[in-house]
């Protein structure tokens, strides 16, 4: 069983929807949670941390942490063209290494 | 400020040969980790150095080693290339050893032929 699992897409969504993305995991010792957005043969992006459990908004983005039911999400309000990427997620129980998903690819379309 | 940096870019290699990738951290940062990234899949972690010292390693074999410098900056080698080797080669930097915020470089696209 992979560490984190997370469905790779892709996903196509009318620009100004509402996005979700979603990750499960099955380490109970994850406690630093993060999104990335990476474009095209680009370097990922850092958009989301979270630590252990809750919510955390950032303008349009806000990330989800359920560690009852090992499930993180992060929801994308208002979606633009611009977001169109893959966006994944990454999780430690140490801080020093991540483990990370395999990515969800995202276009939003104009 | 300068974030990650990485170089080379892009390179191609030959099976068996040797390859040197380089990293600059985010000033201020003194921890390196290493990634590779396969075409596909999300990045894998390779190894992690602080202070100059390594402070984890993933899952990966001998061929690849690591170091970093006094001014934090850091190196990758990767001996025997096998054509799975090909990969995109991702640096990210924090601020400290268990700091739980990383940030990558553009990375180093390598090809194996």
């Known amino acids: 069983q992979k560490e984190v699992e997370q469905d790779p897409g892709p996903l196509s969504v009318p620009e100004g929807a509402i996005v979700s993305l979603n990750c499960t995991y099955s380490n109970s010792a994850f406690q630093y949670f993060m999104w990335y957005r990476q474009y095209s043969r680009k370097g990922p992006e850092l958009l989301m941390y979270?630590?252990?459990?809750g919510n955390k908004e950032d303008g349009r983005f806000t990330a989800q942490v359920d560690k009852s039911s090992k499930y993180i999400s992060l929801f994308i309000r208002d979606s633009q063209p611009s977001d169109s990427a893959t966006y994944l997620c990454a999780m430690s129980n140490t801080g020093n290494q991540f483990y990370f998903g395999t990515g969800t690819s995202l276009t939003v379309i104009p | 400020d300068a974030g990650v940096t990485q170089s080379p870019t892009h390179l191609i290699k030959t099976r068996g040969q040797h390859v040197t990738l380089r990293c600059s951290p985010i000033s201020g940062h003194k921890s390196v980790s290493w990634y590779q990234q396969v075409l596909g899949q999300g990045p894998q972690f390779i190894f992690q150095y602080y202070e100059k010292e390594e402070r984890g390693r993933g899952n990966f074999p001998d061929r690849f080693s690591a170091r970093q410098f006094p001014n934090y900056s850091s190196e990758l080698n990767v001996n025997a290339l096998l054509l799975g080797d090909s990969a995109l080669y991702l640096c990210?930097?924090?601020?400290?050893?268990?700091?739980?915020?990383?940030?990558f470089g553009e990375g180093s696209w390598l090809t194996v032929v």
């Open positions: 990210a930097s924090s601020q400290g050893q268990d700091r739980n915020t990383i940030y």
């Open positions: 979270t630590y252990s459990s």
